[in-house]
């Protein structure tokens, strides 16, 4: 026996609007009335209705199909991202495709007609290079487009990105008030934004700190054993690398030799790996030789990895709101496809500090 497919028309009747307020908040439009939001989606969980994306696709002449594009397959922070933005189109009768152009330019600059070719019914991306990337093919040809985390100087379009320069001021702050007195700052290229805005962020507020000299800031100091004597916080140091692992690791591994820093704040998660592997082998190594050798540094990472709860010391670190990040982007996506005219957005989500061993107070 054949049982009837509810339809539009079933959800409209159970809450008691029209179908075009059903349509409406069924595609993800965001000036729909509170109430009448939620009695379409009560009507939609109760008839069991399903949108037809295969009509909607007919309708707008674009697939039921949205692509996030990323410039990294291994990080996590894109992942997450990824895992959000499906969770979000899934229940709005959207498959996703996913791309990585692998932090490579031309990889990127083939990919964009790909989706045009395809008529892809939307874009969330992260593309390779906030100055040279080029979106004209997604933009001339009406493709709705979500950037993440780095923006085009040059195109106006929605924008989901972490106020990075909140997350540098919280993690000076915070090491500040650690006691720890001489951090360097492991960021990548002077062009990225992302990562350029923590370093000032880092920047601005250790100089702030450190000329105000409050009493916290003496507290800390008083309370920080190895910090006793130090003095005033003296002026970061500032190493680039590419925001892999392998840059990390190498750009940490100069840092302990050196034997300056008492602490390193790592601006990606990738590099934080790789500072932490280079504090993991020097520690290794002096319990090998029996001896105490030279102090480990702390350690501040950026984005809270599985790796960074599970090893010990436990890792510190700046919190993206990574999963805030997918769906905020997916839903400015669904309004922007619904309503291409309105004016390009820029959110800012708030990071966070979480702390844990590897910048806690040392006892004696």
């Given amino acids: 026996m054949n049982v009837r497919r509810p339809t539009i028309l079933d959800v409209a009747s159970a809450a008691g609007v029209s179908t075009a307020t059903v349509s409406r908040v069924v595609n993800g439009a965001q000036n729909v009335d509170k109430e009448l939001s939620r009695r379409v989606r009560s009507a939609v969980r109760s008839t069991g209705y399903v949108p037809n994306a295969a009509g909607r696709s007919l309708r707008s002449g674009a697939s039921a199909q949205v692509a996030v594009v990323t410039p990294d397959a291994e990080n996590p922070y894109f992942t997450r991202v990824i895992s959000e933005v499906e969770r979000m189109a899934r229940g709005q009768g959207y498959s996703v495709m996913v791309a990585h152009t692998e932090d490579d330019l031309e990889r990127e600059r083939e990919v964009f007609p790909q989706l045009v070719s395809r008529q892809i019914a939307g874009v969330i991306l992260t593309v390779v290079d906030e100055n040279l990337s080029d979106v004209t093919p997604l933009l001339a040809a009406g493709t709705p487009l979500v950037l993440v985390d780095r923006r085009v100087h040059g195109a106006d379009v929605d924008l989901v990105v972490t106020d990075n320069l909140d997350a540098g001021r919280r993690g000076a702050q915070h090491l500040a008030e650690q006691g720890f007195r001489r951090p360097v700052v492991l960021t990548g290229p002077e062009g990225l934004t992302s990562t350029e805005d923590r370093v000032r962020g880092f920047l601005a507020e250790w100089s702030r700190v450190g000329t105000r000299g409050d009493d916290a800031l003496g507290a800390a100091a008083d309370d920080a054993p190895e ?16 925001l892999h692992l392998d840059s990390g690791r190498e750009a940490t591994q100069a840092v302990l030799a ?3 820093a008492d602490v390193v704040y790592a601006t990606n998660n990738r590099m934080s790996a790789g500072a932490f592997e280079a504090m993991r082998g020097l520690d290794r190594a002096g319990a090998a ?10 350690l501040l990472a950026t984005d809270d990895d599985l790796w960074t709860r599970l090893v010990t010391p436990s890792v510190s670190v700046v919190q993206q709101p990574i999963r805030a ?5 997916a839903r400015l996506l669904g309004q922007r496809m619904q309503e291409p005219g309105e004016d390009p957005s820029t959110i800012l989500l708030h990071p966070r500090i979480l702390e844990r061993e590897s910048t806690r107070r040392r006892e004696g």
Avoid at 227 to 242: F, M, Q, S, T, W
Avoid at 289 to 298: M, V
Avoid at 325 to 329: C, I, K, L
């Fill in 258 to 260: 050196e034997g300056w």
């Fill in 227 to 242: 910090a006793k004597g130090a003095g005033a916080l003296e002026a970061p140091r500032v190493i680039r690398g590419d």
């Fill in 289 to 298: 030789d029996g001896a105490d050798g030279p102090g480990i540094p702390g």
């Fill in 325 to 329: 990040t997918g769906r905020t982007a």
